[in-house]
């Protein structure tokens, strides 16, 4: 479950309002991308107190003045966005021992995870779109079937 300014962790609660809403962002998206919560948040809160040091004012005015909303959404339209690096990645679509995994070059985990093929090849397709990269379909042995390219 994702947190807000009602419901986030106690180590976060002696933070100024920024650098909690920050962190709450940042943890948040890492969670969407597999990391356990543990490992999440301190590097959160970590990068939260370094963002804060070299925020301008009008940045941190922002931060404080995001609803919760804004705190929990994934941001379908920017995907990877808590890690940049691989916005430049092709995504994968690889068997999965839940079913078929959509997860980008050098991901550490799946973004998605689908009982049907067709479904992981979809999402793969919506993403790589958006970041103007390729997908790679796998078989389930693992090689390579089909490389889609939507490069601009």
């Not at 890492?30 to 301190?42: F, K, V």
């Not at 985990?109 to 919506?126: C, I, L, N």
């Amino acid at each position: 479950m994702p947190w807000d300014t009602q419901d986030y962790p106690d180590s976060l609660k002696n933070l100024d309002t920024a650098e909690k809403k920050k962190a709450i962002t940042i943890a948040n998206a890492m969670l969407d991308e597999g990391y356990p919560e543990s490992r999440a948040l301190p590097i959160a809160t970590e990068q939260a107190k370094e963002w804060y040091e070299n925020a301008s004012e009008e940045e941190i005015s922002e931060v404080k003045n995001m609803t919760d909303g804004q705190l929990r959404s994934r941001d379908e339209d920017n995907p990877g966005s808590s890690r940049p690096e691989l916005l430049e990645q092709g995504e994968h679509v690889l068997s999965h021992e839940r079913g078929w995994a959509v997860k980008a070059q050098d991901a550490k985990q799946p973004s998605d995870v689908y009982e049907r093929k067709e479904d992981a090849v979809e999402r793969a397709k919506e993403i790589a779109e958006n970041k103007s990269t390729n997908v790679i379909i796998h078989r389930k042995d693992g090689t390579i079937q089909q490389n889609i390219s939507y490069n601009k």
